[in-house]
């Protein structure tokens, strides 16, 4: 009659884990350990690299265009499914802010902990610095406010919030880059030389 696997009938195929959302995925750490989070960023050629306080982050030209900098966070003790990270610049000047907020999945790396996947960017926050219509200073080479936060699909929550230089870093958009986050730009201006 085959295998149907109806009115308390077996397959033979049960697990103990139940799938949401068709995330399979085994628990990183302890989950019953308070989280543990390192920042992390995406270079220009898309590999993660540790973000310290104070550290330089490349504005980078995203497919929707602009410049964003890319953040993630590498973390442990967590349900690596439906992850929800948040990455916010803020300007402490004028209290203005640039977010991006996505749910996701971490994966784990050789340190046994989770994060972004490495060239990936829907596994980051791509927060939109450029044109800066929105910051009172320049943003090439000048500290501003980042916050992070992950938070697990259970509600549980860390977030971290750190200073960090972001700077146009991709040679053949530099100029182009330097002239849309200047201060007060006016979008559609030129960045042509004059």
């Not at 973000?51 to 995203?62: H, K, T, Y």
């Not at 966070?73 to 000047?93: E, Q, S």
Request: with cysteine; charged share 20%.
């Amino acid at each position: 009659m085959g295998t149907l696997g109806f009115m308390g009938c077996s397959t033979g195929t049960e697990t103990t884990e139940t799938p949401v959302a068709g995330c399979t995925l085994a628990p990183i750490g302890d989950p019953t350990k308070p989280i543990e989070m390192e920042l992390v960023y995406l270079d220009v050629k898309k590999e993660i690299q540790p973000l310290a306080d104070g550290g330089a982050i490349p504005m980078i030209v995203p497919p929707q265009g602009g410049w964003v900098v890319f953040i993630g966070a590498r973390v442990n003790h967590i349900d690596p499914c439906g992850v929800t990270i948040k990455g916010v610049l803020r300007d402490t000047g004028n209290d203005q802010v640039r977010l991006d907020e996505r749910t996701t999945k971490l994966i784990t790396d050789a340190g046994g902990w989770g994060g972004p996947e490495a060239g990936d960017i829907s596994t980051v926050a791509n927060i939109p610095t450029c044109p800066n219509q929105w910051a009172s200073a320049a943003l090439d080479d000048v500290p501003i406010e980042l916050t992070y936060s992950v938070k697990e699909r259970g509600g549980r929550t860390v977030s971290k919030t750190i200073q960090v230089v972001p700077e146009c870093a991709e040679p053949l958009y530099k100029n182009a880059c330097m002239c849309q986050c200047s201060a007060h730009y006016v979008l559609g201006a030129s960045c042509l030389p004059k």
